[in-house]
T-cell receptor, first 114, second 111 residues
Framework: DGGITQSPKYLFRKEGQNVTLSCEQN?????MYWYRQDPGQGLRLIYY???????QKGDIAEGYSVSREKKESFPLTVTSAQKNPTAFYLC?????????????FGPGTRLLVL | GQQVMQIPQYQHVQEGEDFTTYCNSS?????IQWYKQRPGGHPVFLIQ?????EVKKQKRLTFQFGEAKKNSSLHITATQTTDVGTYFC???????????FGTGTRLQVTL
């Protein structure tokens, strides 16, 4: 069963703590993305990666970091520098071969700050 | 940078009424895509439009791409409660190598 998995579904963070959100895909897609969605809001791009070992900042990269050591995996770390991390985090992937770079989304991780 | 706006932000209709959301880009797009996000869920790809003036239908949903390839619309005929969710457009334009998502339109349908 191909797709994108994100874990955990819910994550709680204490003040000053770094947390890492997992994103794995078995679609053999080259590109992967991280978005942040606040309640009732649209999708804001945090980071994206077009190829292994390379990634670019999106519109709201401050306070976040990523790595892309494997094609299948694109973990996102929410650092203590991110002052308002409570949000719904969505990971997506796309294939350069698909017209228009159609994106496939994972189920998301809800991050709450305690 | 490229901006994609959608109107309205929110619409509440009674079941059976029609619904339309509009998408406007600040730059010319090579293609436009539409996604639906159910409450508590994740965005799911609906359709892609590529040609100027293109119209595509999926059952009660009609998608249009403007002649200038800077705007698009999604029209739902005779809404049902299963249509509830947020509809996003997303465009690929100019030298951009990634999609830019619109601000989304949240649709609420009541009996």
């Amino acid at each position: 069963d191909g797709g994108i998995t994100q874990s955990p579904k819910y994550l709680f963070r204490k003040e000053g703590q770094n947390v890492t959100l997992s994103c794995e895909q078995n679609l053999n897609h080259d590109a992967m993305y991280w978005y942040r969605q606040d309640p009732g809001q649209g999708l804001r791009l945090i980071y994206y990666s077009q190829i292994v070992n390379d990634f670019q900042k999106g519109d709201i990269a401050e306070g976040y970091s990523v790595s892309r050591e494997k094609k299948e995996s694109f973990p996102l770390t929410v650092t203590s520098a991110q002052k308002n991390p409570t949000a719904f985090y969505l990971c997506a992937s796309s294939s350069h071969d698909s017209p228009g770079e159609t994106q496939y989304f994972g189920p998301g991780t809800r991050l709450l700050v305690l | 940078g490229q901006q994609v706006m959608q109107i309205p932000q929110y619409q509440h209709v009674q079941e059976g009424e029609d619904f339309t959301t509009y998408c406007n880009s600040s730059t010319t797009l090579s293609n436009i895509q539409w996604y639906k996000q159910r409450p508590g869920g994740h965005p799911v790809f609906l359709i892609q439009l590529v040609k100027s003036g293109e119209v595509k239908k999926q059952k009660r949903l009609t998608f249009q791409f403007g002649e200038a390839k800077k705007n698009s619309s999604l029209h739902i005929t005779a809404t049902q409660t299963t249509d509830v969710g947020t509809y996003f457009c997303a465009g690929l334009g100019g030298t951009a190598s990634k999609l830019t998502f619109g601000t989304g339109t949240r649709l609420q349908v009541t009996l």
